[in-house]
């Protein structure tokens, strides 16, 4: 059982992030080849969908040319249809991640904090989250009707278990010794957990956040599939009656660009909250 | 300002009895030096002190103002150097410059903004010391502060604690397994067996003291002895 024989990286506890990742050394070294390189590939993926499109392999109604997506997405944009439909589904994802979200924060930190709250609340939202949240939409749907109530609640209850299962795991991780520290130092009660345990965990809770938001995005496109009279889910079935491919083609990309924009999100949150993360020493 | 007073202190673990009677006093300023072999009860008793632990007979009076200084310098990976000196004090200006002094005092000053993640090992656990220094203490616990150390950032660090508890006079307990650093920092030493204090010897050397000091190796013998610890290698 010596410590030598754990390759470097290997990090055995799930509440750690691996600090020091080993990588293979470059094919090509040096900025630029680096990058020419990494970028590579998609674009000789978008140069064979231009040239299968331009030659007409790649049949239009099956699947449109890049630039007829290109102008699709201008007119979408000018209409004012994209975003009409867009700020429908980011107010739709906000509002259920907003409820969901700190709920799953709230009893997470309960569970994790208190003996009572853990064996309370933690086998039931164990239990519950075994169940996959889409299969209750068309439950939900027929509870609450065709209006935005089930979308929001659909959204709230995806958002709700990553954080609920991250805050709890990182609030209840949290180093003994150094919370003992913090009561020798005479911090108690809520000031303790405020001035320790939340700090302690915002790294645990950050790898929620960042599930959270996927997965509201996920149970949005979900939500909106049915009888919703605005969003993207809404333009995506009206697409889907009409046999607009490009119109289709587009939303993917918005949420694409959507997922892309949550890990930017989480990020710069990281960045603010955590300053420490990249500065650690190597030992 | 009435120093420790531990009269029949028992500690039980499940049914091993850890402590049992054990009583020590120390003197306001007096820095008492607590060894035993690992497993002795000696954090026990100095948990029991620090308000950590529960004990299941005797009594303890300690100074309502005690601070620890641990093994791990158990500094909050969140917050900067300073706000870590500041745990559990408001940070109001008055405070602020205390924890820059106390800061001072360790040879961090301008670390203030520093991440705990930065710092050597030396380094943090100087800023533990610097937590548990500005608060004024009237009882300074160290739990086995150096142990975790290198052989010459703890050299460093032993004559850091020395320095700083001459100057701020607070009573000291010192748990350790190291007979050497018992000698060289405190006025008396205790040696825990058998959960009581065994033997208890004033140290005699004067200060500023240095481990060659005539009688430092006959000290030293005597209380490897008692700890049942016979230093002779490679004489078979």
């Known amino acids: 059982m010596s410590a030598g024989t754990l390759a470097p990286g290997t990090v055995a506890s799930p509440s750690e992030t691996p600090r020091t990742v080993r990588r293979r050394p470059p094919a090509v070294t040096g900025r630029l080849g680096d990058i020419a390189l990494r970028t590579s590939v998609p674009v000789l993926l978008l140069g064979l969908w231009a040239w299968g499109s331009g030659s007409g392999r790649i049949e239009e109604r099956i699947f449109p040319s890049p630039w007829s997506v290109a102008t699709t997405f201008v007119d979408l944009v000018r209409t004012g249809v994209l975003w009409d439909n867009l700020s429908v589904s980011i107010g739709r994802v906000a509002l259920g991640f907003v409820i969901g979200g700190s709920l799953g924060l709230l009893l997470g930190t309960l569970a994790g904090l208190v003996r009572l709250g853990d064996q309370l609340l933690d086998p039931t939202l164990q239990m519950l989250r075994t169940i996959p949240f889409l299969a209750v939409a068309p439950l939900l749907i027929l509870w609450f009707g065709i209006d935005e109530r089930p979308k929001i609640i659909i959204i709230a209850t995806a958002a709700l278990f990553p954080l609920y299962l991250n805050t709890h795991s990182a609030v209840r991780n949290v180093d003994r010794k150094v919370l003992e520290a913090g009561r020798v130092f005479g911090l108690r009660g809520l000031a303790l957990v405020r001035q320790v345990v939340l700090p302690e965990a915002i790294p645990g809770i950050l790898v929620g956040l960042r599930v959270s938001l996927s997965v509201s995005l996920l149970a949005l496109i979900v939500a909106e599939l049915t009888n919703a009279p605005k969003g993207l889910g809404f333009l995506m079935t009206s697409a889907q009656q009409y046999y607009q491919t490009d119109v289709l083609v587009v939303i993917i990309v918005i949420y694409a660009v959507w997922g892309l924009s949550v890990d930017l999100i989480v990020r710069g949150i990281e960045r603010v909250l955590l300053p420490y993360k990249h500065l650690g020493r190597s030992a | ?236």
């Open chain 2, 1 to 236: 300002m009435s120093g420790v007073h531990a009269t029949g202190v028992v500690k039980r673990f499940g049914d091993r009895t850890i402590l049992d009677g054990f009583s020590l006093d120390i003197a306001p300023g007096e820095f008492v030096a607590l060894l035993g072999a690992s497993g002795s009860g000696k954090t026990t008793f100095l948990r029991i002190l620090a308000g950590l632990e529960d004990h299941d007979g005797g009594t303890v009076d300690a100074p309502g103002q005690r601070t620890v200084v641990f093994q791990e310098p158990r500094l909050v990976a969140a917050k900067r150097v300073r706000d870590n000196v500041l745990l559990g004090q408001r940070p109001t200006a008055q405070h602020r410059k205390a924890a820059s002094a106390a800061l001072a005092e360790v040879a961090l000053a301008g670390q203030e903004r520093a991440w705990p993640t930065t710092l050597s090992g030396g380094e943090a656990q100087r800023v533990a010391l610097a937590r548990a220094l500005v608060r004024r203490p009237d009882l300074l616990l160290l739990d086995e502060p150096f142990a975790a150390l290198d052989a010459l950032t703890r050299i460093r660090m032993q004559a850091l604690v020395a320095d700083l508890v001459h100057e701020h006079r607070p009573a000291v307990l010192l748990v350790t397994h190291d007979v050497d650093e018992a000698i060289l920092l405190a006025d008396r030493v205790a040696v825990l067996q058998d959960g009581v204090v065994g033997v208890e010897v004033e140290v005699p050397f004067a200060r500023p003291r240095r481990r060659g000091v005539a009688g430092f190796g006959d000290l030293r013998r005597r209380l490897l002895a008692e700890l049942g610890v016979e230093e002779t290698i490679g004489a078979a």
